[in-house]
């Protein structure tokens, strides 16, 4: 392989045209730079300057170095600033999050995109447990979790926290136990999870989310609420699942006594270091959660 700070040194001397003036330009002595050349005529085999007492010229394997060198040169030069770059707002971020997350961070980082369009926004919902492990493999730059990932590669720190909500269809005054085993329960991915934090510590009579008829399941968030507006249960969600429902009227959002929130986690690779991108988008998220 040839050895590009020779091939500096090399190229530099052509376009200089002389031995002396060269070595001030690279801070060398003149016998340094003879000998690189020297060096590199010794390992290519070929003569590559036709030397003339203190002057020289090129031959003809010197001239085709040069040509194809430079162009080399340049290219090594371009690609090493290139990876030096570091700009927040060009590169590929990578995020993944819970649905209801989503519903609300997603649309604001699509108007940070278009606002610079050179960076490119791959988001991606999934539970908790996915999550974790796209942040442990790398696969992904940015979690956002409800619950505090044990894996010893993640680190989570608590930035937000987000409303659970009972949801009923419109006509619903009063969510006592005898209505809600009446409605039967719309299910979806979190919601054993999300019904048990919620109605175990606002109705006596729950024990488990088993206890209601099941009436239907979506894994899709912006459909749970279909059914719930259609009059066919009732459900538990995160409050800005609910917020992004289009038809607000359709259904019914109660407060219960004891009020219950889920801790939002921001999840990251322990040993990564965060390039300029990635801290942009974790700003505007802190923004919009004002954490």
Known sequence: ML????????????????????AERLHMTQSGVSQQVRKLEEQLGV???VRRGKG?????????????????????????????????YKGLVRLMSPGSVGLKLYPHLLALQQQHQELIIDYRF??????????A????????????????DVTCQAVATEPLLLVTPEDVMEPDWKTLMALGFIDHPDGSHHAGLLLSANYPEFQHYGQFQKKG?????????????????????PAYAVE???????????????????????????RKTLPKRVETAISEAKQLWSF
């Open 126 to 135: 999934a539970p908790n447990s996915d999550i974790e492990h796209a942040v």
């Open 217 to 237: 399941f979506s894994n899709q968030i912006s459909l749970i609420l279909e059914p719930v507006s259609m009059g066919l249960g009732f459900t538990v969600l």
């Open 137 to 152: 493999d790398s696969k992904v730059d940015i979690g956002l979790m409800t619950s505090c990932s044990n894996l010893a």
């Open 47 to 49: 003569e590559l300057l």
């Open 56 to 88: 020289f010229s090129l031959s003809d394997a010197g001239e085709r170095l040069y040509n194809e060198a430079r162009d080399i040169l340049y290219a090594l030069s371009a690609l090493e600033q290139r990876i030096g770059e570091d700009p927040p």
């Open 3 to 22: 050895n590009t700070t020779w091939l500096r040194t090399y190229c530099t001397l052509v376009e200089v045209g002389h031995f002396t003036r060269t």
């Open 244 to 270: 992004a429902f289009p038809k607000p009227g359709r259904i019914k959002v109660h407060s219960l006594a004891q009020p219950v929130s889920e801790t939002l986690y921001l999840c990251l690779q322990r």
